[in-house]
């Protein structure tokens, strides 16, 4: 309980602003949908031309080579297991024409002490598509079981959810209708407006599907107990996330969740833009559609426009009444405002006089109004250099080009100024001004920015220094080009104003110039070659040389000999000392062999207190006995 009422209220936080479908269901969408469904159909997996048949029926599409589909079912039942019988039954339902012989089928579709909902679903469902008789008391009396256990998942609950729906006015129900709050409450948010649930690492669209479906079913369409209209909106915003999916099974699980929620008695309105998002400045005349989630006009709907403007500015309109067109589609002009050229926010409200439909608080979107651009004062300068003398000066007439084949070398440079205005003369920036050269023989490309200064745009480029970096020495005949747009520029401008013929000292280097498309050199890597291992005497000689020491010791312990008379009397610190020391020589060697410095470090400190510990316990024990007299 404490759970549930965390979740509430995190969701309850989550759901205080408004809340819009993010799409719909469009035609477009569906008729993809029916081609998926028809070619689910061929396949061979019983659940796959199940879904096909139920998707097509949803989509009011004939099932095409019924026959054949009906005889892949007969061959993939399996008779001896309920949910194959499931997928069976109802796939030969839904293709028509096709009569399922599996015999006596009671044991199989019987409802088993310790089965979980999905079970208990497949069995119900299974029946009713075979024409058998539902025990609908024994089916409440399970379902209740498993939702009232201790470890019950939200995959359980969902598929009671949708079996519940199925037994009608069954007796014993009333444990799993009361629980759609609950569960309604412990989805998961993805985002700010669509909620989900998980089950476990699986993929949560059928279990999101099984408790839509099911708690719907259970209220006949009407708005669940206790499950708000935000809610039901979020959910239905999962399902449109996954409308593009490749899934016959999800695909299905799609379609059956959105015509479900939009068949309610609390269907969404959705909205969407009709007209283009760039729009004439001249003609300001913007169309919104509003429709249900599945893309159907909605009768008795009315749309306003409640707040059109740029950013930082005035509102442009407010609060105002859009004109009803055919099928759902809304129309307000805006001429009389003779809005300027920017980019606007649109903010609109839905609402229909039928009950069925939830409204729509607010659906926005932003249009750009665009209008046409014109340049003016162009002047193309052919300077020098070093001291910046005009060589040659062509003023230019948009869209007219310069008549004669111009000519420049590398001690030139080349220039280009104009300005931008709209159709009432008013200067213009725009977001995007290149100067384009183009190489009539290798058609290499060179683009340059043509930069903003106060009211007028310039483009220079010094031939000397641009010379290799740019051009790659490549000397001839250049288009020159002008290119200048912007998001709210209805036609971009493409002018080429001119040839000429560029001289360039040296030549070009290879691989530049022409752009070649296709596969390039393969890139061989060559690793570095091991370095040559010194002879094996000198290795061999070097490891008798570090065991050398060991050799000496063992002589000359043979000389002066070994003295062991103590031993005796170390008792247990001399035996922990000895294994102690042992243990540490032996890590030397493991650090020789193997281990880094750290890890040795780590390995000494464990073995090296308790070393020196006994150690100097033996120690003090042979102090005490000789300062005894022993």
């Given at each position: 309980?404490?759970?549930?009422?965390?979740?509430?209220?995190?969701?309850?936080?989550?759901?205080?602003?408004?809340?819009?479908?993010?799409?719909?269901?469009?035609?477009?969408?569906?008729?993809?949908?029916?081609?998926?469904?028809?070619?689910?159909?061929a396949?061979?997996d019983?659940?796959?031309?199940?879904?096909?048949?139920?998707?097509?029926?949803?989509?009011?599409?004939?099932?095409?080579?019924?026959?054949?589909?009906?005889?892949?079912?007969?061959?993939?039942?399996n008779?001896?297991?309920?949910?194959?019988?499931?997928?069976?039954?109802?796939?030969?339902k839904?293709?028509?024409?096709?009569?399922?012989d599996?015999?006596?089928?009671?044991?199989?579709?019987?409802?088993?002490?310790?089965?979980?909902?999905?079970?208990v679903?497949?069995?119900?469902?299974?029946?009713?598509?075979?024409?058998?008789?539902?025990?609908?008391?024994a089916?409440?009396?399970?379902?209740?079981?498993?939702?009232?256990?201790?470890?019950?998942?939200?995959?359980?609950?969902?598929y009671?959810?949708?079996?519940?729906?199925?037994?009608?006015?069954?007796?014993?129900?009333?444990?799993?209708?009361?629980?759609?709050?609950?569960?309604?409450?412990?989805?998961?948010?993805?985002?700010?407006?669509?909620?989900?649930?998980?089950?476990?690492?699986?993929?949560?669209?059928?279990?999101?599907?099984?408790?839509?479906?099911?708690?719907?079913?259970?209220?006949?369409?009407?708005?669940?107990?206790?499950?708000?209209?935000?809610?039901?909106?979020?959910?239905?915003?999962?399902?449109?996330?996954?409308?593009?999916?490749?899934?016959?099974?999800?695909?299905?699980?799609?379609?059956?969740?959105?015509?479900?929620?939009?068949?309610?008695?609390?269907s969404?309105?959705?909205?969407?833009?009709?007209?283009?998002s760039?729009?004439?400045?001249?003609?300001?005349?913007?169309?919104?559609r509003?429709?249900?989630?599945?893309?159907?006009?909605?009768?008795?709907?009315?749309?306003?426009?409640?707040?059109?403007?740029?950013?930082?500015?005035?509102?442009?309109?407010?609060?105002?009444?859009?004109?009803?067109?055919?099928?759902?589609?809304?129309?307000?002009?805006?001429?009389?405002?003779?809005?300027?050229?920017?980019?606007?926010?649109?903010?609109?409200?839905?609402?229909?006089?039928?009950?069925?439909?939830?409204?729509?608080?607010?659906?926005?979107?932003?249009?750009?109004?665009?209008?046409?651009?014109?340049l003016?004062?162009?002047?193309?300068?052919?300077l020098?250099?070093?001291?910046?003398?005009?060589?040659?000066?062509?003023?230019?007439?948009?869209?007219?080009?310069?008549?004669?084949?111009?000519?420049?070398?590398?001690h030139?440079?080349?220039s280009?100024?104009?300005?931008?205005?709209?159709?009432?003369?008013?200067?213009?920036?725009?977001?995007?001004?290149?100067?384009?050269?183009?190489?009539?023989?290798?058609?290499?490309?060179?683009?340059?920015?043509?930069?903003?200064?106060?009211?007028?745009?310039?483009?220079?480029?010094?031939?000397?220094?641009?010379?290799?970096?740019?051009?790659?020495?490549?000397?001839?005949?250049?288009?020159?080009?002008?290119?200048?747009?912007?998001?709210?520029?209805?036609?971009?401008?493409?002018?080429?104003?001119?040839?000429?013929?560029?001289?360039?000292p040296?030549?070009?280097?290879?691989?530049?110039?022409?752009?070649?498309?296709?596969?390039?050199?393969?890139?061989?890597?060559?690793?570095?070659?091991?370095?040559?291992?010194?002879?094996?005497?000198?290795?061999?000689?070097?490891?008798?040389?570090?065991?050398?020491?060991?050799?000496?010791?063992?002589?000359?312990?043979?000389?002066v000999?070994?003295?062991?008379?103590?031993?005796?009397?170390?008792?247990?610190?001399?035996?922990?000392?000895?294994?102690?020391?042992?243990?540490?020589?032996?890590?030397?060697?493991?650090?020789?062999?193997?281990?880094?410095?750290?890890?040795?470090?780590?390995?000494?400190?464990?073995?090296?207190?308790?070393?020196?510990?006994?150690?100097?316990?033996?120690?003090?024990?042979?102090?005490?006995?000789?300062?005894?007299g022993?």
């Amino acid at each position: 309980m404490m759970l549930s009422a965390l979740a509430t209220v995190a969701l309850l936080a989550s759901t205080v602003s408004a809340v819009s479908p993010i799409g719909v269901l469009s035609q477009a969408d569906q008729s993809r949908l029916g081609s998926l469904f028809s070619s689910g159909l061929a396949s061979s997996d019983l659940s796959s031309i199940h879904y096909s048949a139920a998707g097509l029926s949803l989509l009011r599409q004939p099932v095409t080579d019924g026959q054949a589909a009906c005889a892949r079912v007969k061959s993939a039942v399996n008779a001896q297991n309920a949910e194959s019988l499931f997928h069976a039954a109802s796939a030969a339902k839904l293709i028509g024409n096709c009569k399922l012989d599996v015999g006596n089928v009671d044991s199989v579709l019987a409802i088993s002490d310790d089965a979980d909902s999905l079970p208990v679903y497949h069995v119900v469902a299974a029946r009713k598509a075979l024409g058998l008789s539902v025990d609908s008391a024994a089916a409440a009396k399970r379902l209740s079981s498993v939702i009232q256990g201790s470890k019950v998942s939200i995959a359980s609950h969902g598929y009671a959810l949708l079996a519940a729906s199925l037994l009608g006015k069954a007796d014993g129900l009333k444990a799993v209708v009361e629980t759609v709050e609950d569960v309604v409450n412990y989805a998961d948010e993805y985002g700010s407006n669509t909620l989900q649930f998980l089950h476990y690492d699986q993929d949560g669209l059928p279990v999101t599907a099984a408790i839509v479906n099911g708690m719907f079913g259970l209220s006949s369409g009407a708005a669940p107990a206790g499950v708000k209209e935000a809610q039901v909106i979020m959910l239905a915003n999962y399902f449109l996330r996954s409308r593009h999916t490749g899934s016959v099974a999800d695909a299905y699980h799609v379609l059956a969740s959105l015509q479900t929620i939009a068949n309610s008695k609390i269907s969404p309105l959705a909205m969407s833009l009709s007209s283009s998002s760039s729009v004439p400045a001249s003609k300001p005349v913007v169309e919104v559609r509003a429709t249900n989630l599945l893309d159907e006009a909605v009768k008795g709907a009315s749309v306003t426009l409640v707040t059109a403007g740029q950013e930082d500015e005035d509102e442009l309109v407010s609060n105002e009444k859009m004109k009803a067109g055919a099928n759902g589609v809304f129309t307000i002009d805006l001429s009389r405002k003779s809005p300027p050229r920017g980019l606007y926010s649109f903010k609109f409200s839905a609402s229909s006089s039928e009950k069925q439909y939830a409204e729509l608080e607010e659906f926005s979107v932003d249009i750009a109004l665009v209008g046409s651009v014109k340049l003016s004062s162009a002047e193309f300068l052919i300077l020098d250099a070093e001291q910046g003398v005009k060589a040659k000066s062509h003023s230019l007439s948009y869209p007219k080009a310069i008549s004669e084949k111009l000519s420049a070398d590398h001690h030139q440079k080349l220039s280009l100024t104009f300005s931008v205005e709209d159709s009432e003369g008013q200067a213009v920036a725009l977001h995007q001004t290149f100067v384009q050269l183009t190489h009539l023989t290798t058609a290499q490309e060179i683009f340059f920015v043509a930069e903003a200064a106060d009211d007028q745009y310039k483009f220079e480029v010094n031939l000397g220094t641009a010379a290799k970096e740019s051009f790659n020495s490549q000397s001839g005949d250049y288009d020159m080009t002008l290119i200048a747009g912007d998001g709210l520029v209805s036609e971009a401008i493409s002018w080429k104003f001119g040839t000429i013929s560029l001289s360039f000292p040296g030549t070009p280097s290879s691989g530049k110039g022409k752009v070649q498309y296709g596969a390039r050199p393969e890139i061989k890597h060559m690793f570095r070659e091991p370095e040559k291992r010194p002879a094996a005497i000198i290795s061999n000689a070097f490891t008798l040389a570090v065991l050398s020491p060991i050799l000496l010791l063992l002589v000359a312990w043979m000389r002066v000999g070994v003295n062991l008379n103590n031993l005796g009397r170390a008792g247990l610190n001399g035996i922990i000392f000895l294994v102690g020391l042992s243990a540490i020589m032996l890590l030397y060697t493991y650090f020789w062999l193997d281990l880094n410095m750290f890890s040795t470090l780590k390995y000494l400190a464990i073995i090296g207190l308790p070393t020196f510990v006994f150690g100097n316990r033996l120690l003090a024990s042979f102090a005490a006995a000789e300062s005894s007299g022993k």
